[in-house]
């Protein structure tokens, strides 16, 4: 479900044509529709509904100020992985008792910042993190509340990179090893645990590796209470899809109907840590054809974005939708089948391979679809190319949430040592 639709032949973001906004700022640039953002929040919010459930947003996924504004506002908490993410969280107003903080590797500064701030809990990832948490907390002479990260070994459908549940991934700690850890928490007198953490993957489309890990925690909780454990939360993690081609993915509604009887039988709260599934489908990327070339063997529109703008397609070959800004009739030329690539001296760089595209010209503009999730969030400076500006929509109007990264930004705290 997204907001960007053709009207009289040109794409809209809301109330807003593209164009309109490619000529005040100029291309490339990332555009998000606030209101696709706070329809996804709602929906999952709206789904869980009867279920103790705090939604905290997955940050990594798109850390727009404005955009994590809104969902503050809506109620959200945040999931966090970095010093960097709790500083934008506490400048948008995120109350610290709605953060949590995964990662596996957090640093002493980062752990003392967000203790300090006094965040929900540490989701911990291995034994000597809990000891780094413990001695910070006693410095700061508090009890730190923690969940363990328990790794529940089930296969999620989706790329490899992605996939962080099973034995392989560098992700959580095994079943056996959190029941000690649990177990054994009198040894860490400045950590209360207070909960199991789970994160099975991302871009899954289907329900039933959710139930798999739920059910399995759920015995794991068991096991714990039978021990004489008292938990409080529940963390399923993130992870739900989104339509970026053909995928069918779960609604909302179906997930919380397949998870709902199992949470219940819990009796814990729940968290729940979506990114994609609220900002994915409510960004996309404008990017102006440089030129058309025929090669021998194939045909390239190159465009003025390039993986350094959005590397989802060279990292993962993710499929975006590529849409012409302006609809051509149906009297235009033929579609051909075309590589969209970037400017960036690398072969990997393209948004998109094999498409049918019609024959673009010069300072025509394409959509690239469904990229408001680790899209802005990834993009670099390579080839010293500026990060481009992030325009945020609502209704009529849109503004510009970032500004385009001047020559200036690129040398920002550099120095040229004569040396
Ligand atoms: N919670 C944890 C602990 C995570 O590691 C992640 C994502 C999420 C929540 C949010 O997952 P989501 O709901 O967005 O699927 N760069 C990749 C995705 C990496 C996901 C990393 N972890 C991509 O572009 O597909």
């Known amino acids: 479900m997204h907001r960007f639709k053709y009207k009289k032949g040109g794409l809209h973001c809301e109330g807003v044509g593209l164009e309109r906004i490619a000529q005040k700022v100029g291309t490339p640039f990332y555009c998000y529709s606030l209101e696709s953002v706070r329809e996804h929040y709602r929906r999952l919010r709206d789904a869980f509904k009867g279920i103790d459930c705090q939604i905290c947003y997955s940050v990594k996924s798109n850390s727009n100020l404005t955009l994590m504004r809104q969902l503050v506002r809506m109620g959200a908490g945040l999931d966090i992985v970095s010093g960097g993410e709790l500083y934008k969280g506490l400048k948008v107003g995120a109350s610290p008792e709605t953060i949590v903080y995964s990662s596996v590797g957090k640093t002493e500064a980062e752990i003392r910042a967000a203790s300090s701030a006094g965040i929900l809990m540490f989701n911990v990832e291995s034994e000597e993190e809990l000891e780094a948490i413990n001695r910070v907390a006693c410095h700061l002479g508090k009890v730190q509340p923690v969940a363990l990260r328990v790794n529940p070994d089930v296969k999620a459908s989706t790329h490899h990179y992605i996939t962080t549940g099973t034995k392989e991934n560098k992700f959580g700690i ?51 209470r039978r021990a004489g454990m008292f938990l409080e939360y529940f963390n399923i993690g993130g992870g739900l899809g989104i339509v970026y081609s053909k995928e069918k993915p779960q609604t909302a509604h179906a997930f919380a109907a397949a998870v709902r009887p199992l949470l219940q039988k819990m009796k814990l709260k729940v968290i729940l840590e979506p990114g994609r599934f609220i900002s994915g489908n409510s960004g996309i990327l404008v990017t102006e054809v440089l030129y058309w070339k025929e090669a021998r063997h194939k045909t390239f529109c190159i465009v003025d974005a390039g993986m350094n703008d959005l590397a989802r397609p060279s990292i993962y070959g993710a499929h975006h939708e590529i849409l012409p800004v302006r609809q051509r009739g149906s009297s235009g030329p033929a579609a051909t089948h075309v590589d969209v690539v970037g400017p960036i001296c690398e072969s990997g760089d393209f948004l998109a391979k094999d498409r049918k595209l019609v024959r673009m010209r010069s300072g025509e503009f394409l959509a690239v679809m469904s990229c408001g999730a680790y899209g802005f969030t990834m993009a670099s400076n390579y080839n010293s190319r500026p990060r481009i500006p992030e325009v945020v929509v609502r209704g009529q109007r849109f503004w510009v949430a970032r500004r385009r990264e001047t020559p200036e930004d690129l040398i920002r705290g550099e120095e040229i040592l004569d040396v």
């Open 174 to 224: 095994s079943m056996d090893d959190a029941f000690r850890m649990f177990v054994e928490s009198y040894r860490y007198p400045f950590l209360k645990f207070i909960g199991v953490h789970t994160h099975i993957g991302s871009q899954i489309t289907e329900a039933r590796p959710f139930v798999q890990t739920i059910r399995k925690i759920s015995e794991f909780v068991t096991r714990l």
